[in-house]
Protein backbone atom coordinates (compact mmCIF):
# COMPACT_ATOMS: atom_id res chain seq x y z
CA UNK A 1 0.00 0.00 0.00
CA UNK A 2 0.99 3.29 -1.03
CA UNK A 3 2.36 6.29 1.89
CA UNK A 4 3.59 9.15 3.29
CA UNK A 5 7.35 8.51 3.94
CA UNK A 6 9.67 11.32 5.92
CA UNK A 7 12.83 11.93 6.99
CA UNK A 8 14.36 11.37 9.42
CA UNK A 9 12.13 10.14 12.08
CA UNK A 10 14.47 12.24 14.55
CA UNK A 11 16.20 15.46 14.47
CA UNK A 12 18.23 16.89 17.05
CA UNK A 13 19.73 20.57 16.18
CA UNK A 14 21.30 23.80 18.11
CA UNK A 15 19.01 26.53 18.39
CA UNK A 16 19.56 28.87 15.63
CA UNK A 17 20.45 26.47 13.04
CA UNK A 18 18.51 25.77 9.92
CA UNK A 19 16.68 22.49 9.75
CA UNK A 20 15.36 20.52 6.46
CA UNK A 21 12.20 17.72 7.23
CA UNK A 22 11.94 15.66 3.97
CA UNK A 23 8.66 14.26 3.11
CA UNK A 24 7.77 11.68 0.11
CA UNK A 25 3.84 12.23 -0.59
CA UNK A 26 1.92 9.61 -2.07
CA UNK A 27 2.93 9.58 -6.36
CA UNK A 28 -0.18 11.16 -7.42
CA UNK A 29 -1.43 12.94 -5.10
CA UNK A 30 -1.85 16.59 -5.42
CA UNK A 31 -2.64 18.64 -2.11
CA UNK A 32 0.52 18.30 0.64
CA UNK A 33 0.28 19.62 4.34
CA UNK A 34 2.60 20.14 6.94
CA UNK A 35 1.10 19.46 10.15
CA UNK A 36 3.01 20.46 13.92
CA UNK A 37 2.35 18.73 17.15
CA UNK A 38 4.09 19.96 20.45
CA UNK A 39 4.79 17.05 22.90
CA UNK A 40 1.04 17.09 24.62
CA UNK A 41 -1.01 19.22 22.42
CA UNK A 42 -3.00 19.10 19.69
CA UNK A 43 -2.14 18.39 15.80
CA UNK A 44 -2.35 22.14 13.83
CA UNK A 45 -2.04 22.92 10.77
CA UNK A 46 0.96 24.72 9.21
CA UNK A 47 0.71 25.00 5.28
CA UNK A 48 -0.77 23.38 2.50
CA UNK A 49 0.92 23.29 -0.71
CA UNK A 50 -1.06 22.86 -4.67
CA UNK A 51 -0.09 23.29 -8.28
CA UNK A 52 3.72 24.06 -6.84
CA UNK A 53 2.57 27.36 -4.44
CA UNK A 54 1.56 27.69 -1.11
CA UNK A 55 -2.18 27.22 -1.04
CA UNK A 56 -2.93 27.88 2.32
CA UNK A 57 -0.58 28.92 5.84
CA UNK A 58 -1.60 29.22 9.62
CA UNK A 59 -0.28 31.81 11.70
CA UNK A 60 2.61 29.89 12.92
CA UNK A 61 3.51 29.55 9.72
CA UNK A 62 5.90 32.47 9.60
CA UNK A 63 8.86 34.24 8.00
CA UNK A 64 10.68 31.47 9.12
CA UNK A 65 9.33 28.49 7.78
CA UNK A 66 9.49 27.38 4.14
CA UNK A 67 8.73 24.86 1.84
CA UNK A 68 9.52 23.36 -1.60
CA UNK A 69 8.35 20.60 -3.88
CA UNK A 70 12.00 20.98 -5.92
CA UNK A 71 11.90 17.66 -7.88
CA UNK A 72 8.61 16.75 -8.49
CA UNK A 73 8.64 14.18 -5.95
CA UNK A 74 9.88 15.68 -2.37
CA UNK A 75 7.99 17.88 -0.24
CA UNK A 76 10.51 20.30 2.03
CA UNK A 77 10.34 22.09 5.13
CA UNK A 78 12.79 24.35 5.97
CA UNK A 79 13.55 26.64 9.27
CA UNK A 80 15.81 29.04 8.93
CA UNK A 81 16.84 29.78 12.48
CA UNK A 82 15.39 27.06 14.83
CA UNK A 83 13.99 28.17 18.14
CA UNK A 84 13.43 26.24 21.50
CA UNK A 85 9.42 25.95 20.72
CA UNK A 86 9.69 24.86 17.22
CA UNK A 87 10.46 21.46 19.31
CA UNK A 88 7.53 19.33 18.16
CA UNK A 89 6.95 16.30 15.84
CA UNK A 90 5.94 17.18 12.00
CA UNK A 91 4.00 15.55 10.14
CA UNK A 92 4.07 15.37 6.56
CA UNK A 93 0.40 14.68 4.80
CA UNK A 94 -1.06 14.39 0.92
CA UNK A 95 -4.31 13.50 -0.46
CA UNK A 96 -4.92 12.96 -4.33
CA UNK A 97 -7.78 15.40 -4.64
CA UNK A 98 -10.31 17.66 -3.13
CA UNK A 99 -12.82 15.14 -1.86
CA UNK A 100 -10.45 12.35 -0.36
CA UNK A 101 -8.69 11.97 3.19
CA UNK A 102 -5.44 13.13 4.38
CA UNK A 103 -2.55 10.21 4.69
CA UNK A 104 -0.12 11.34 6.70
CA UNK A 105 3.40 10.40 7.07
CA UNK A 106 4.97 8.68 10.21
CA UNK A 107 6.21 12.26 11.27
CA UNK A 108 9.85 13.89 12.49
CA UNK A 109 10.63 14.50 15.85
CA UNK A 110 12.17 17.36 16.13
CA UNK A 111 14.35 18.21 18.95
CA UNK A 112 16.35 21.94 19.17
CA UNK A 113 18.60 22.37 22.23
CA UNK B 1 -12.84 30.44 12.02
CA UNK B 2 -13.65 26.65 12.80
CA UNK B 3 -13.26 25.15 16.00
CA UNK B 4 -13.00 21.68 17.13
CA UNK B 5 -13.82 20.84 20.57
CA UNK B 6 -13.53 17.22 22.17
CA UNK B 7 -14.78 17.86 25.78
CA UNK B 8 -13.65 14.35 27.26
CA UNK B 9 -9.45 14.45 27.76
CA UNK B 10 -9.86 11.11 28.68
CA UNK B 11 -11.93 7.45 28.50
CA UNK B 12 -11.74 4.40 29.69
CA UNK B 13 -13.79 1.31 28.71
CA UNK B 14 -13.78 -2.51 29.22
CA UNK B 15 -12.29 -4.85 26.41
CA UNK B 16 -15.54 -5.71 24.34
CA UNK B 17 -17.79 -3.19 25.40
CA UNK B 18 -18.53 -0.07 23.25
CA UNK B 19 -17.60 3.83 23.92
CA UNK B 20 -18.83 6.88 22.52
CA UNK B 21 -16.05 9.85 22.43
CA UNK B 22 -17.44 13.18 21.51
CA UNK B 23 -16.60 16.12 19.66
CA UNK B 24 -18.49 19.35 18.47
CA UNK B 25 -17.37 21.76 15.80
CA UNK B 26 -18.38 25.48 14.89
CA UNK B 27 -18.72 26.61 11.23
CA UNK B 28 -20.68 28.82 8.81
CA UNK B 29 -20.39 26.46 6.35
CA UNK B 30 -22.46 24.34 4.95
CA UNK B 31 -20.59 21.52 2.71
CA UNK B 32 -17.65 20.08 4.84
CA UNK B 33 -15.82 17.20 5.74
CA UNK B 34 -15.43 15.40 9.50
CA UNK B 35 -12.70 12.74 10.04
CA UNK B 36 -11.66 10.90 12.79
CA UNK B 37 -7.97 10.27 13.69
CA UNK B 38 -6.37 7.55 15.84
CA UNK B 39 -3.18 8.07 17.12
CA UNK B 40 -1.30 5.29 19.14
CA UNK B 41 1.57 5.72 20.97
CA UNK B 42 4.14 5.19 17.97
CA UNK B 43 2.50 8.98 17.06
CA UNK B 44 1.38 7.76 13.61
CA UNK B 45 -1.30 10.19 12.60
CA UNK B 46 -4.06 6.99 10.93
CA UNK B 47 -7.58 7.80 9.80
CA UNK B 48 -10.34 5.71 11.38
CA UNK B 49 -13.45 7.15 9.53
CA UNK B 50 -14.99 9.88 7.24
CA UNK B 51 -18.02 11.92 6.77
CA UNK B 52 -19.04 14.15 4.10
CA UNK B 53 -21.33 16.77 5.61
CA UNK B 54 -24.11 16.80 2.46
CA UNK B 55 -24.00 12.90 3.21
CA UNK B 56 -27.16 12.38 6.07
CA UNK B 57 -26.33 8.76 6.50
CA UNK B 58 -23.50 7.77 9.03
CA UNK B 59 -20.45 6.44 7.99
CA UNK B 60 -19.41 3.31 9.50
CA UNK B 61 -15.83 1.10 9.26
CA UNK B 62 -16.50 -2.24 10.70
CA UNK B 63 -16.99 -1.83 14.61
CA UNK B 64 -16.15 2.34 13.97
CA UNK B 65 -19.60 4.21 13.29
CA UNK B 66 -20.23 7.69 13.68
CA UNK B 67 -23.20 9.88 14.71
CA UNK B 68 -22.99 12.97 12.68
CA UNK B 69 -25.57 15.87 13.87
CA UNK B 70 -25.17 18.52 11.41
CA UNK B 71 -27.93 20.83 13.04
CA UNK B 72 -26.26 20.24 16.21
CA UNK B 73 -22.56 20.34 14.66
CA UNK B 74 -21.83 17.16 16.52
CA UNK B 75 -20.23 14.43 15.68
CA UNK B 76 -19.35 11.86 17.56
CA UNK B 77 -17.65 8.07 17.57
CA UNK B 78 -18.76 4.82 18.84
CA UNK B 79 -16.61 2.50 18.92
CA UNK B 80 -17.89 -0.88 19.87
CA UNK B 81 -16.75 -4.43 20.68
CA UNK B 82 -13.14 -2.63 22.40
CA UNK B 83 -10.37 -3.90 21.49
CA UNK B 84 -6.63 -3.67 23.47
CA UNK B 85 -5.22 -2.52 20.18
CA UNK B 86 -7.61 0.48 19.88
CA UNK B 87 -5.89 2.44 22.83
CA UNK B 88 -5.05 5.45 21.72
CA UNK B 89 -5.08 9.37 21.37
CA UNK B 90 -8.39 10.10 19.11
CA UNK B 91 -8.83 12.90 17.18
CA UNK B 92 -11.78 14.91 15.32
CA UNK B 93 -10.57 16.86 13.26
CA UNK B 94 -12.93 18.93 10.09
CA UNK B 95 -11.64 20.45 6.63
CA UNK B 96 -13.97 23.06 4.54
CA UNK B 97 -14.34 22.70 0.86
CA UNK B 98 -13.88 25.64 -0.36
CA UNK B 99 -13.10 26.55 -3.90
CA UNK B 100 -9.71 25.70 -3.74
CA UNK B 101 -10.07 22.68 -2.05
CA UNK B 102 -6.33 22.88 -0.05
CA UNK B 103 -7.92 23.33 3.09
CA UNK B 104 -5.92 21.89 6.05
CA UNK B 105 -7.62 20.28 8.99
CA UNK B 106 -8.59 21.93 11.62
CA UNK B 107 -8.15 19.20 14.98
CA UNK B 108 -9.62 18.85 18.44
CA UNK B 109 -7.07 18.00 21.46
CA UNK B 110 -7.50 14.56 21.67
CA UNK B 111 -9.41 11.94 23.63
CA UNK B 112 -6.87 9.31 25.14
CA UNK B 113 -9.05 6.08 25.16
CA UNK B 114 -7.83 3.41 27.69
CA UNK B 115 -9.01 0.09 27.48
CA UNK B 116 -9.55 -2.47 30.31
CA UNK B 117 -8.35 -5.75 29.70
Given at each position: ?????????????????EVILRCVPISN?????????????????????????????????????????????????????????DSAMYFCASRV????????????????? | ??????????????????????????????????FWYKQPPSRQM????????????????????????????????????????????????????????????????????????
Amino acid sequence: EPEVTQTPSHQVTQMGQEVILRCVPISNHLYFYWYRQILGQKVEFLVSFYNNEISEKSEIFDDQFSVERPDGSNFTLKIRSTKLEDSAMYFCASRVDRGTEAFFGQGTRLTVV
Amino acid sequence: AQTVTQSQPEMSVQEAETVTLSCTYDTSESDYYLFWYKQPPSRQMILVIRQEAYKQQNATENRFSVNFQKAAKSFSLKISDSQLGDAAMYFCAYRGYSGGGADGLTFGKGTHLIIQP
